[in-house]
């Protein structure tokens, strides 16, 4: 389960990010499979650096800034010109197999307007997956595309306020988890589309806004 691993993490930082310069440990179990790690603990700037790798461009709209977040601070995203976008020229995060792991303070609880997205690679033509709401305001999913159809988790979740959240796809199921607890499934046999589309997070198109902060991200080639 994605949280109980990934919470091993957090437990060890004392709520305390690592300092910025921190490298990964590849011998940890909690490593394989990892292709994207933003601990944002830049606290400043226009930057988060992905600790797998440092080559990507990145893209920082106009009201994109920094904010308290869970164990310290992170990105904030507003309704607005509130995304980063990351070039994935070479389609690295284009996986047939997937987990992708935020932890997420949504302030979006009472308004519909926006499509609260968090992480995606996904552009309303191109799409692969996104980590996002199910189309109503308060409730958050997982959704792949495979064969150009859109299979989310068929069971949405309440927006939490400040929690971790997680989607997962190992090519049968997929998986939407709260805090470590199950929240939907949805049974689907492939892989995942390679369409080419940059990885953003917050949002790229028109309503697809988180309106909220992002204190950490990951993304596996691999379903924990």
Same mark, same amino acid.
């Given at each position: 389960?994605?949280?109980?691993?990934?919470?091993?993490?957090?437990?060890?930082?004392?709520?305390?990010?690592?300092?910025?310069?921190?490298?990964?440990?590849?011998?940890?179990?909690?490593?394989?499979?990892?292709?994207?790690?933003?601990?944002?603990?830049?606290?400043?700037?226009?930057?988060?650096?992905?600790?797998?790798?440092?080559?990507?461009?990145?893209?920082?709209?106009?009201?994109?800034?920094?904010?308290?977040?869970?164990?310290?601070?992170?990105?904030?995203?507003?309704?607005?010109?509130?995304?980063?976008?990351?070039?994935?020229?070479?389609?690295?995060?284009?996986?047939?197999?997937?987990?992708?792991?935020?932890?997420?303070?949504?302030?979006?609880?009472?308004?519909?307007?926006?499509?609260?997205?968090?992480?995606?690679?996904?552009?309303?033509?191109?799409?692969?997956?996104?980590?996002?709401?199910? =189309?109503?305001? $308060?409730?958050? *999913?997982? @959704?792949? &595309?495979?064969? #150009?159809?859109?299979?989310? %988790? /068929?069971?949405? !979740?309440?927006?939490?306020?400040?929690?971790?959240?997680? =989607?997962?796809? $190992?090519?049968? *199921?997929? @998986?939407? &988890?709260?805090? #470590?607890?199950?929240?939907? %499934? /949805?049974?689907? !046999?492939?892989?995942?589309?390679?369409?080419?589309?940059?990885?953003?997070?917050?949002?790229?198109?028109?309503?697809?806004?988180?309106? #909220?902060?992002?204190?950490?991200?990951?993304?596996?080639?691999?379903?924990?």
């Amino acid at each position: 389960m994605p949280y109980k691993q990934v919470s091993i993490i957090t437990k060890q930082w004392r709520n305390q990010k690592p300092p910025l310069g921190s490298q990964i440990n590849w011998g940890h179990p909690l490593a394989q499979g990892l292709v994207g790690c933003w601990l944002m603990n830049e606290r400043g700037g226009k930057l988060i650096t992905n600790l797998v790798s440092l080559t990507e461009g990145i893209t920082w709209a106009s009201a994109t800034s920094w904010g308290i977040g869970k164990y310290q601070g992170g990105v904030r995203l507003p309704t607005t010109n509130g995304t980063i976008t990351i070039t994935d020229t070479l389609n690295k995060f284009a996986l047939d197999y997937i987990t992708v792991i935020a932890w997420v303070k949504s302030y979006n609880t009472g308004s519909s307007t926006y499509f609260n997205s968090v992480i995606k690679k996904y552009d309303g033509t191109n799409n692969c997956w996104a980590l996002c709401n199910n =189309g109503a305001y $308060d409730r958050w *999913t997982f @959704r792949v &595309y495979i064969g #150009g159809t859109s299979y989310a %988790t /068929n069971a949405g !979740t309440i927006i939490p306020l400040n929690n971790m959240i997680a =989607g997962t796809f $190992d090519g049968k *199921t997929v @998986r939407f &988890y709260v805090d #470590g607890k199950p929240q939907g %499934t /949805n049974s689907v !046999t492939g892989v995942i589309d390679k369409d080419a589309v940059n990885l953003s997070f917050g949002g790229n198109v028109t309503n697809l806004n988180l309106n #909220g902060l992002i204190f950490s991200a990951y993304i596996y080639n691999r379903a924990l």
